[in-house]
Nanobody
Framework: QVQLVESGGGSVHPGESLRLSCAAS????????MGWYRQAPGKQRELVAK???????TYSDSVKGRFTISRDNAKNTVYLQMNSLKPEDTAVYYC????????????WGQGTQVTVSS
């Protein structure tokens, strides 16, 4: 079992920054692929960024160059540094963990709200 708790969301102005954190417990963190997803009102949940246990990183085109995902295995935590935030980044951001299995199993946090507005 994996439990995920997100933090760091809030309300900011365009161009400002936020840093999201996701603390994991219950399973060896280093074995998990971690990711951030977001869901805006009326839209499906979409991938923002993903980092594997081997530190292979993938970003959505919409955030590439602005967001940075990282992980600290000693703290069982994954981070999402969000710079140059835009109104279209407004969404609930969810932490995701993938357990290597057949089939792979996904764990989800409760989400943290990010609002970008003037």
């Amino acid at each position: 079992q994996v439990q995920l708790v997100e933090s760091g969301g809030g309300s900011v102005h365009p161009g400002e920054s936020l840093r999201l954190s996701c603390a994991a417990s219950g399973t060896p963190f280093s074995m998990l692929a971690m990711g951030w997803y977001r869901q805006a009102p009326g839209k499906q949940r979409e991938l923002v960024a993903k980092i594997t246990s081997g530190v292979y990183i993938t970003y959505s085109d919409s955030v590439k160059g602005r967001f940075t995902i990282s992980r600290d295995n000693a703290k069982n935590t994954v981070y999402l540094q969000m710079n140059s935030l835009k109104p279209e980044d407004t969404a609930v951001y969810y932490c995701n963990a993938q357990r290597p299995a057949v089939p792979p199993y996904d764990y989800w946090g409760q989400g943290t709200q990010v609002t970008v507005s003037s």
